[in-house]
Nanobody, 127 residues
Framework: QVQLVESGGGSVQAGDSLRLSCAAS????????MAWFRQGPGKERDMVAA????????YYVDSVKGRFTISRDNDKNTVYLQMNSLKPEDTAVYYC????????????????????WGQGTQVTVSS
């Protein structure tokens, strides 16, 4: 089993930055695809960004392109989400998720592929 623990959330002003971390334990996730999802108040849980096992392939939802960067450190079993130029509409609970199937350069952008989930970290952006 894999346990995922997110950290780095908080309350910030519009235009500020935050860096979320997702630490995995239980087994190495170095061969897993990893992703960040978010769920705003009254909304569905949607993917924000994803990264393949090596970091060579990334995916971003249009609304965060150019502002968010997903990265990973396989030696530390950790995935990051650097969030810059935050907007009030980025307010949500952010979840880390792991896709345990080795997929080479492919990242899966649908929620069904992700078997392991963290508990989430709240990000609140005020205008």
């Amino acid at each position: 089993q894999v346990q995922l623990v997110e950290s780095g959330g908080g309350s910030v002003q519009a235009g500020d930055s935050l860096r979320l971390s997702c630490a995995a334990s239980g087994r190495t996730v170095s061969s897993y695809g990893m992703a960040w999802f978010r769920q705003g108040p009254g909304k569905e849980r949607d993917m924000v960004a994803a990264i393949n096992w090596s970091g060579d392939t990334t995916y971003y939802v249009d609304s965060v392109k150019g502002r968010f960067t997903i990265s990973r450190d396989n030696d530390k079993n950790t995935v990051y989400l650097q969030m810059n130029s935050l907007k009030p509409e980025d307010t949500a609970v952010y979840y880390c998720a792991a896709d345990p199937i080795y997929r080479g350069l492919v990242v899966i952008t649908t929620r069904i592929a992700y078997d392991y989930w963290g508990q989430g970290t709240q990000v609140t952006v005020s205008s």
